[in-house]
C-alpha cells in the first residue's frame, strides 16, 4: 500500500489538527440541553426518510447508512453545482474534470464505481443509458428540498443500484395568494455568474412552484467556459377524499468546455479541446391518495430525455486547423418512460410496503468527422432498446427499542439476467442517546444500453453486502455516528478488450466517521472521515491489493446572530486509488474555502450579502495532469427572500 502525504503539507495538517484539537475541547464545554433528543440533531423528528423503503420512514428506524442534505444547508454554502454539495458528504466520492465554475462531475458511493450509483431527481432515475452514471451539472441546486443518500447496497427497492442511491426531492408548491420568492445572484473571477429565480404560491386548492436561472463563466482554469441555463415548474391540485395530482417537470442544458488534449488519439501535433453540451428533460405526473386510514397509494408516469453531444476541435495550433475547426463529434439521443406504482400501510408496530415499476428506454448513438479525417460526412446507429421491469416488498416491525426490516425486489430486464435482491436490516436503541444499525443485501448492477450494445451477453454485476453502525451522543454535545461496511462483489465487468466481460472479483471494506458538536457560543464544527480499501483482480485493469481511497471534510461554522453575520471555513481531501487515477495526478492536500455573510434588515426583504473565497491556499487536487483544479478565486453574491 502507498502511503499519502496527508499531513505532510504545513498548512493543510495544521489546520486540520487545530480543528480536530478543539472537537472534544467544546462538546464538554457547551451547555447541555436536557430537554433534547440527541437523536434528532441528524433528523428532525418530524420528518421522515423516503430513500430507504419508498415510503416515508423515521430516521431511527432505518438500518442502512443514510445521510440527508437539507435545503438549509444547500442555501448556507453558496454552491454553484450538485457535485459541490455532495463533496461534503461522508462516503461520496466525487470525480470533477476541472472543478471550474461549471462542469462534467461524477461520483462513486463508498469506493464503488460510478455506473453502481442511482440517482432520482422528482422520483425520475437521470442515469445515462451511454454512460451508466449521471451527469449532475444539469440539476440547478435552487430548486432542492432535501437531498437523501443511501450508502450500500439498494436494489431490494430501488433495482439496479448496486452502490446506492441519491434521491433529489424538490421543494414543495406553495399556499399563499401572494407567492414567496427568492432571487439571487452572484459575480466572482472570469466573469463566473449565476442568477436565478423562484416563485411559490396558490391557494386552498391549488399550488405552485416555478424557478428560473442561469450559470455562465469565462473559464476559471484553461479557458474552460461553461453556461447553463435552467427551467422548473411544479403544479399541485388537491383532489376529494385526501388525493391530490401534482406535475413537474425541468429543462436544463449545461454546455462547456473540458481540456485541451495534445497529441490527441496518439496523432502527433492534434492538439484539440473537448466540447461538452447537454439538453435534459425531466418529467413526472403523480397521484396520492389515502385509500384508507394508513393505507396510502402513490402513482407515477415520468420521463427523462437526455441528448449529449461531444464535440472535438482545433486549439489552432499543430496540424489541426484554425481555432475552433471541428474534427470529429459524438452524440448520443436518450429517452426513458417509466411508471411506477406503490401501496404503502402504516400502523403503530408495522409498515409495508408493496410497489411494481416499468421502464422502456430507447438510444440513438451516432458520430461526425471533420475534413481531417475525411469528411465532412456522419453516421447513425440503429436505435437500442430496452425494457425493464420490477416488484418489490418490504415491512418495518417495531417492538419497543426494536426494529427489522426485510425486503426483497425482483427484476426482469430484456437485454440481461433477472436479478432477485434480498435485504434485511435491524436497528435497536441501546440508550437514549444510542442507537445501533445492522443490514446484509445483496444487489446489482445491471448492464446500461450503450454496454450491452457493444457486449452482447454481458451479466449484471452483483454484491453481497454487510453494514453496522452507531449513533450516539453518549458525549456531552458531540455527536458521533460510525459505520463499517464489507461489499464483495462479483461478475465485475472486464474492460480491458471489446467484448466487456463478467470476469471479476472486487472487494471493499472500510469505515465511515461522523462527529458534530453542539453550538457553543455560535459555533460549530463537523468533521468526517470515509476509507475504502479495494482488494480487487481480473477487472481489466491491475491487480489489487489494499488499494486505499479516502476522504475528509473539516468544516467550521461560526455566527454571531445578533448582528447577523456567519462565517466558515471547509476543507476537502481527497487521496484517490489506482482505480480513479491517470496521468501525474496530485491529491495530497486539502482544498479550503471560506465563506463570510451577512444578513440586512431591508423594509419587505430578508437580504443576505455573501463573500466566498475557493482554494484559499492555492492546493491542488486532480486525478489527471489535463484537469487540474482552479487556483484561489473568489466571488461575491446577494440573496433576497420576499
Known amino acids: 500500500m502507498t502511503y499519502p502525504y496527508f499531513f505532510r503539507n504545513r498548512t493543510s495538517a495544521g489546520t486540520a489538527f487545530f480543528l480536530l484539537a478543539l472537537l472534544p475541547a467544546l462538546s464538554n464545554a457547551a451547555e447541555t440541553d436536557k430537554a433534547q433528543n440527541p437523536m434528532t440533531m441528524y433528523f428532525d423528528d418530524s420528518q421522515m426518510v423516503e430513500v430507504a423503503t419508498r415510503a416515508p420512514k423515521p430516521m431511527a428506524q432505518v438500518a442502512e447508512n443514510v445521510s440527508v442534505i437539507t435545503a438549509e444547508e444547500i442555501e448556507g454554502m453558496h454552491a454553484h453545482t450538485l457535485g459541490e454539495i455532495l463533496d461534503r458528504v461522508a462516503g461520496m466520492f466525487v470525480e470533477f474534470d476541472g472543478r471550474d465554475f461549471l462542469g462534467m462531475e461524477t461520483m462513486r458511493i463508498s469506493g464503488t464505481r460510478r455506473q453502481h450509483a442511482l440517482f432520482l431527481l422528482d422520483g425520475v432515475r437521470i442515469n445515462q443509458n451511454s454512460s451508466g452514471y449521471a451527469q449532475l451539472s444539469f440539476v440547478p441546486l ?22 446506492g442511491v441519491v434521491n ?65 415548474g411544479k403544479l399541485q391540485v388537491k383532489l376529494p377524499n385526501n388525493s391530490s395530482l401534482t406535475a413537474a417537470g425541468g429543462y436544463s442544458d449545461p454546455n462547456y468546455k473540458l481540456l485541451d488534449w495534445g497529441n490527441a488519439w496518439g496523432i502527433s501535433d492534434l492538439n484539440v479541446y473537448d466540447d461538452v453540451g447537454t439538453h435534459n428533460f425531466w418529467g413526472t405526473v403523480y397521484y396520492d391518495a389515502e385509500l384508507a386510514q ?40 436518450d429517452e426513458v ?51 425493464r421491469r420490477g416488484l418489490y416488498a418490504n415491512t418495518t416491525y417495531t417492538q419497543g427499542k426494536f426494529s427489522l426490516t426485510p425486503g426483497i425486489r425482483y427484476d426482469y430486464n430484456s437485454n440481461s439476467q433477472a436479478f432477485t435482491s434480498p435485504s434485511l436490516g435491524a436497528t435497536y436503541q441501546l440508550a437514549n442517546d444510542t442507537l445501533l444499525r445492522a443490514s446484509a443485501a445483496r444487489g ?8 450491452i450494445q457493444n457486449s452482447p451477453g454481458l451479466k449484471p454485476e452483483t454484491i453481497t453486502a454487510y453494514q453496522a453502525g452507531i449513533e450516539t451522543h453518549r458525549v456531552p454535545d458531540l455527536l458521533l455516528k460510525l459505520t463499517v461496511f464489507q461489499y464483495n462483489i462479483s461478475d465485475a465487468w472486464n474492460m480491458s ?34 476509507l475504502a480499501s479495494e482488494n480487487s483482480m481480473g477487472d481489466g485493469d491491475t491487480d489489487r491489493k489494499n488499494d486505499a481511497t479516502y476522504t475528509a471534510n473539516l468544516i467550521a461554522d461560526y455566527r454571531l446572530r445578533e448582528y447577523g453575520l456567519r462565517a466558515e471555513l471547509a476543507g476537502h481531501y481527497y487521496w484517490m486509488n489506482g482505480d480513479l487515477i491517470n496521468d501525474n495526478p496530485i491529491c495530497n492536500t486539502f482544498l479550503w474555502d471560506a465563506l463570510l455573510s451577512k444578513e440586512l434588515a431591508l423594509p419587505l426583504l430578508q437580504t ?32 433576497f427572500k420576499f
Do not use: C
Open 444 to 451: 446489482f448492477s445491471a448492464p446500461y444500453l450503450s454496454a
Open 337 to 387: 418512460n417509466s411508471f411506477s406504482s406503490n401501496l404503502n400501510w402504516a400502523g403503530e408496530n408495522l409498515a409495508s410496503n408493496i410497489g411494481f415499476e416499468s421502464s422502456r428506454s430507447k438510444m440513438v448513438y451516432s458520430s461526425a468527422t471533420g475534413v481531417l479525417f475525411g469528411g465532412p460526412s456522419s453516421s447513425t446507429d440503429d436505435p437500442a432498446q430496452e425494457e
Open 497 to 530: 478488450s471489446v467484448p466487456w466481460v463478467n470476469a471479476g472479483h472486487i472487494r471493499l471494506h472500510g469505515v465511515e466517521f461522523e462527529a458534530t458538536t453542539n453550538e457553543y457560543h455560535g459555533l460549530t464544527l463537523t468533521a468526517n472521515f470515509t
Open 608 to 639: 443576505e450579502i455573501f463573500l466566498k473565497a475557493h482554494n484559499i491556499f492555492n492546493g491542488s487536487q486532480y486525478w489527471d495532469f489535463a484537469y487540474p483544479n482552479p487556483d484561489r478565486w473568489v466571488e461575491a453574491g446577494v440573496v
Open 168 to 232: 433529489i426531492i424538490t421543494k414543495d408548491t406553495g399556499t399563499t395568494p401572494v407567492p414567496k420568492a427568492t432571487a439571487s445572484a452572484s459575480y466572482g473571477k472570469a466573469n463566473s455568474r449565476e442568477v436565478s429565480l423562484d416563485l411559490a404560491g396558490g391557494g386552498e386548492k391549488v399550488g405552485y412552484y416555478l424557478y428560473g436561472g442561469n450559470i455562465d463563466s469565462d473559464g476559471l482554469k484553461l479557458d474552460r467556459y461553461g453556461e447553463r441555463n435552467s427551467a422548473y
Open 294 to 333: 394508513k393505507l396510502n397509494l402513490h402513482l407515477a408516469i415520468q420521463r427523462y430525455k437526455n441528448e449529449f453531444m461531444d464535440d472535438f476541435r482545433s486549439l489552432g495550433t499543430g496540424n489541426g486547423g484554425p481555432n475552433g475547426d471541428f474534427i470529429y463529434r459524438q452524440n448520443w439521443d
Open 142 to 163: 435552487g430548486i432542492i428540498k432535501r437531498i437523501e443518500i443511501i450508502k450500500g447496497p439498494a436494489s431490494s427497492s430501488w433495482g439496479s443500484a448496486l452502490g
